[in-house]
């Protein structure tokens, strides 16, 4: 069985804060997949970031970075310099590699405020 | 190149009636997924798809069904609308088993 829990529910910023989004995952498997995406609040689900389970590099993407650490089954997103733009749903998500479904986690909600 | 396209984008139904949840890719993707949102539960996988004329159930299949007689199309039927089907749904597609999934706009279904 697989699961992703993102503890934080809400989170609440002035802009141009530092916002770091936690995501621990639990799979039986050793090769899986991760994902980030973002829900706006005009509804639509927008693909973000994919890691892979043997890649531990962690990436920065302009504002984004994300923190993937096995050892503790982590894979945390941190926006940098946070623009009211960013206020949405953000859901980390893993895909087994002997799974066909893709988990999520329950989602955070951030909000950026001016 | 129009992705994962849904509709109707909203809908009402009376508790009883039966509808269909239409969804089509042009990325020929061979994955397809329907999910519904419900709030502080993130996504729940209905019903999948990993090619035309193979379907699956997800976590939450009961009430829900699903033909892919097409690479393109995955409809979502409910058989029997009932409140507790008053959710936000969004049909996937991926082009494969590990890739990233692709999510149309969703559609959201009031039952009343």
């Known amino acids: 069985a697989q699961k992703v829990t993102q503890a934080q529910t809400e989170i609440s910023v002035v802009e141009k804060e530092d916002v770091t989004l936690d995501c621990v995952y639990e799979t039986r498997d050793t090769t899986y997949y991760l994902f980030w995406y973002k829900q706006p609040p005009s509804g639509e689900l927008v693909f973000l970031i994919r890691r892979n389970s043997f890649d531990e590099q962690n990436e920065i993407s302009g504002r984004y970075s994300w923190n993937f650490q096995k050892s503790t089954s982590s894979f945390n997103f941190t926006i940098t310099a946070s623009q009211v733009v960013d206020s949405a749903v953000y859901f980390c998500?893993?895909?087994?590699?002997?799974?066909?479904?893709?988990?999520f986690g329950a989602g955070t909600t951030v909000t950026v405020r001016a | 190149n129009a992705g994962v396209t849904q509709t109707p984008k909203f809908q009402v139904l009376k508790t009883g009636q039966s509808m269909t949840l239409q969804c089509a890719q042009d990325m020929n993707h061979e994955y397809m997924s329907w999910y519904r949102q419900d709030p502080g539960m993130g996504l729940r996988l209905i019903h999948y798809s990993v090619g035309a004329g193979i379907t699956d159930q997800g976590e939450v299949p009961n009430g829900y069904n699903v033909s892919r007689s097409t690479t393109e199309d995955f409809p979502l039927r409910l058989l029997s609308a009932a409140p507790s089907q008053t959710s936000v749904y969004f049909c996937a597609s991926r082009a494969n088993m590990n890739t990233e999934a692709f999510f149309g706009q969703g559609t959201r279904l009031t039952v009343v």
């Open positions: 998500a893993l895909l087994s590699s002997n799974d066909y479904k893709l988990s």
